[in-house]
C-alpha cells in the first residue's frame, strides 16, 4: 500500500515567517494530494489540494508544490498568522484507500 | 447545510459492552469511512464503503465491523470495546473516492476502562 511520510512533526514560527511541511509518498499511481488542517478540538478541512498534472496550486497565503520525479510534495505558508496554528496533515490515495501523514503541528508564536 | 454527523461527542464505556457511533452525510456522497486518530499516528483508515453493501477493511480493522445499508449511513460497531480502542474517531465521506474532498464529521472521542 501507499507509505507517506510528512515532516517536520512540529514547527514554530515567528508570526509573519513562512512555514514549510514536507511530504514524501510511495506510490507512483498516486495522483491526489490535499491537505488538511485541523484546529485544536475541531475536525480536519480541507485548505488545499493539487492533482498531478500540475507543479504547483496557490490560494493566497497558502500553496503546494508537487515533485512525481521525487514523489514529494510540501506545503508553503506565507505571512503567518497566529490563526495558522494547527495540525496540518498531508494525504495520498492508495487503492480505493487514503493514506494520512502523522501531521505537523504548526505555532505561531505572536 | 451539507454536513457529515457523528454521535455521540463523548463515550466513556466499559470493556465488552458493544457500542455504536452514528454517521451520517447529506451530500449523496457515495464514499464513506472511519479513521482513528492517535498521538503521533495521524489518522488511520478503519474500514471504508465505496457505496451502498460495499464495504472493505483499512489498515486498522482489527475489533471494528461497519455496515452500510442506505446511502447516507455508515455505522462503526464496536463488539467488545477493549481499552486499546481507547481513541479519536473521525467519519469521512467523499463524493466518489478518495481522490475528492473528503469532508469529515466532528469526531468520537471513545475512553474505553
Known amino acids: 500500500g501507499e507509505n507517506v511520510e510528512q515532516h517536520p512533526s512540529t514547527l514554530s514560527v515567528q508570526e509573519g515567517d513562512s512555514a514549510v511541511i514536507k511530504c514524501t509518498y510511495s506510490?507512483?499511481?498516486?495522483?491526489?494530494f490535499p491537505w488538511y488542517k485541523q484546529e485544536l478540538g475541531k475536525r480536519p478541512q480541507l485548505i488545499i489540494d493539487i492533482r498531478s498534472n500540475v507543479g504547483e496550486k496557490k490560494d493566497q497565503r497558502i500553496a503546494v508544490t508537487l515533485n512525481k520525479t521525487a514523489k514529494h510534495f510540501s506545503l508553503h505558508i506565507t505571512e503567518t498568522q497566529p490563526e495558522d496554528s494547527a495540525v496540518y496533515f498531508c494525504?495520498?490515495?492508495?487503492?480505493?484507500?487514503?493514506?494520512f501523514g502523522s501531521g505537523t503541528k504548526l505555532n505561531v508564536k505572536p | 447545510e451539507a454536513q457529515v454527523t457523528q454521535n455521540p461527542r463523548y463515550l466513556i464505556t466499559v470493556t465488552g459492552k458493544k457500542l455504536t457511533v452514528t454517521c451520517s452525510q447529506n451530500m449523496n456522497h457515495e464514499y464513506m469511512s472511519w479513521y482513528r486518530q492517535d498521538p503521533g499516528l495521524g489518522l488511520r483508515q478503519i474500514y471504508y464503503?465505496?457505496?451502498?453493501?460495499?464495504?472493505d477493511k483499512g489498515d486498522v480493522p482489527e475489533g471494528y465491523k461497519v455496515s452500510r445499508k442506505e446511502k447516507r449511513n455508515f455505522p462503526l460497531i464496536l463488539e467488545s470495546p477493549s481499552p486499546n480502542q481507547t481513541s479519536l474517531y473521525f467519519c469521512?465521506?467523499?463524493?466518489?473516492?478518495?481522490?475528492?474532498?473528503?469532508?469529515f464529521g466532528q469526531g468520537t472521542r471513545l475512553t474505553v476502562v
Open positions: 464503503s465505496m457505496n451502498v453493501e460495499v464495504t
Open positions: 494525504a495520498a490515495p492508495g487503492f480505493n484507500k487514503f493514506y
Open positions: 469521512a465521506s467523499a463524493l466518489r473516492s478518495m481522490n475528492t474532498e473528503a469532508f
Open positions: 506510490d507512483s499511481a498516486s495522483n491526489y
